[in-house]
T-cell receptor
Framework: KAGVTQTPRYLIKTRGQQVTLSCSPI?????VSWYQQTPGQGLQFLFE???????NKGNFPGRFSGRQFSNSRSEMNVSTLELGDSALYLC????????????FGPGTRLTVL | DAKTTQPTSMDCAEGRAANLPCNHS???????VYWYRQIHSQGPQYIIH???NNETNEMASLIITEDRKSSTLILPHATLRDTAVYYC??????????FGAGTRLTVKP
């Protein structure tokens, strides 16, 4: 099976802009989670989607949002970008139950200037 | 906050076993212990997970103490490619994974 794919791999934006990142999970996986990784804060959980519904949410402001489509593909949106949003954004998928293993994509490196 | 404690860094000689410890003293009965590693800002790679029993796969072995308050990941014959940050994670009740700072393992020739 193909792994988790994320597009784009690299992105440069300026403050105040918005950005949309995309994630395609492993075939058959219904859960998609998003994480932010920065040198200062490490890997932090953003949210999880399962069957097009947000199932879990981390402690991030409302500027960070997401959605999931019927084919399980997911998008993450960040509005009104701030310099501190520069990070590696990681997507992970799993089949769906609580004990399923998560598999991560390669990430999208976002730089906000 | 992560529910695990790991050493910040460790070194290992190439070809030797790498033993990475993890403390999770507040783990509850239905929480699994997961290990991932991350090589140079790539996405984290799943290694192994377990609940109570020791586990082994093609990558590593996981030894969990009887009281489940700590575990050890064993890479039996470390190679230079095993240099990475290793994360020990206890699965939260609400299903998300809380990553700590991990252990930076450096395998030296």
């Amino acid at each position: 099976k193909a792994g988790v794919t994320q597009t784009p791999r690299y992105l440069i934006k300026t403050r105040g802009q918005q950005v949309t990142l995309s994630c395609s999970p492993i075939s058959g996986h219904r859960s998609v989670s998003w994480y932010q990784q920065t040198p200062g804060q490490g890997l932090q959980f953003l949210f999880e989607y399962f069957s097009e519904t947000q199932r879990n949410k981390g402690n991030f402001p409302g500027r960070f949002s997401g959605r999931q489509f019927s084919n399980s593909r997911s998008e993450m949106n960040v509005s009104t970008l701030e310099l501190g949003d520069s990070a590696l954004y990681l997507c992970a998928s799993r089949e769906g139950s609580n004990t399923d293993t998560q598999y991560f994509g390669p990430g999208t490196r976002l730089t906000v200037l | 906050d992560a529910k695990t404690t790991q050493p910040t860094s460790m070194d290992c000689a190439e070809g030797r076993a790498a033993n990475l410890p993890c403390n999770h003293s507040t783990i509850s009965g239905n929480e699994y212990v997961y290990w991932y590693r991350q090589i140079h800002s790539q996405g984290p790679q799943y290694i192994i997970h377990g609940l109570k029993n020791n586990e082994t796969n093609e990558m590593a072995s996981l030894i969990i103490t009887e009281d489940r308050k700590s575990s050890t990941l064993i890479l039996p014959h470390a190679t230079l490619r095993d240099t990475a940050v290793y994360y020990c994670i206890v699965r939260e009740d609400n299903n998300d994974m809380r990553f700590g700072a991990g252990t930076r393992l450096t395998v030296k020739p």
